[in-house]
């Protein structure tokens, strides 16, 4: 069982929908928690960063974090054809000394159709 | 402020045969980890360099390795290359403010075809 579990789609979705990304985790010493983009072709692109459980806002993107569930979340409010790209969770856990160990998901496909 | 750059941007090698990748970290950034990005795979850590010292490791046998110099540049090397070694090799760079590696920002990755 891999340790980070995401749903590699692909998603499809009308522009202006509101779209929502998990991923599940089974590791509970995973205390920071990353949202990246990653266009074809291209490296991954931070989108959020967060620390243990709650929400954070960005603009149109929302993270969600539920350590009682092992399950994060990333919202996308009035998607856009932009957004069309490959997003993937990464974690890391304290125990790893800060020393730069991301445990990906295996990233989900998502398509906004104009 | 310039991102991440990473040379060649692709390489293609027969099998047997060693190569080498190179990464320049964002300025003043002093962490540099490596990751694997395969289709089946996803994206696995490869190993972290902080003051030209490897801090972590991941699970990858002892043909790849790396270093980092003391501008924070890194290379990281792969020999007697196989088959399954083709993928798309990333590098991320982190401030790492008081050695403790946080917001990881990514290169646009080597692309390697191993034939």
């Known amino acids: 069982q891999k340790e980070v579990e995401q749903d590699p789609g692909p998603l499809s979705v009308p522009e202006g929908a509101i779209v929502s990304l998990n991923c599940t985790y089974s590791n509970s010493a995973f205390q920071y928690f990353m949202w990246y983009r990653q266009y074809s072709r291209k490296g991954p692109e931070l989108l959020m960063y967060?620390?243990?459980?709650g929400n954070k806002e960005d603009g149109r993107f929302t993270a969600q974090v539920d350590k009682s569930s092992k399950y994060i979340s990333l919202f996308i409010r009035d998607s856009q054809p932009s957004d069309s790209a490959t997003y993937l969770c990464?974690?890391?856990?304290?125990?790893?000394?800060?020393?730069?160990?991301?445990?990906f998901g295996q990233g989900t496909t998502l398509q906004v159709k104009p | 402020k310039a991102g991440v750059t990473q040379t060649p941007r692709y390489l293609i090698k027969t099998r047997g045969q060693q190569v080498t990748l190179s990464c320049s970290p964002i300025?003043?950034?002093?962490?540099v980890s490596w990751y694997q990005q395969t289709p089946g795979q996803g994206l696995q850590f490869l190993f972290e360099y902080f003051s030209e010292t490897q801090r972590n490791k991941g699970n990858f046998p002892g043909r790849f390795s790396g270093r980092q110099f003391s501008n924070s540049r890194s290379e990281m090397n792969v020999s007697t290359l196989e088959l399954g070694d083709s993928a798309l090799y990333l590098c991320?760079?982190?401030?790492?403010?008081?050695?403790?590696?946080?917001?990881?920002?990514f290169g646009p990755g080597t692309r390697l075809t191993v034939l």
């Open positions: 990464a974690m890391s856990s304290i125990r790893s000394g800060n020393t730069g160990k991301l445990i």
């Open positions: 300025s003043g950034h002093r962490s």
């Open positions: 991320a760079s982190s401030l790492a403010v008081g050695g403790s590696t946080d917001t990881q920002y």
């Open positions: 967060t620390y243990s459980s």
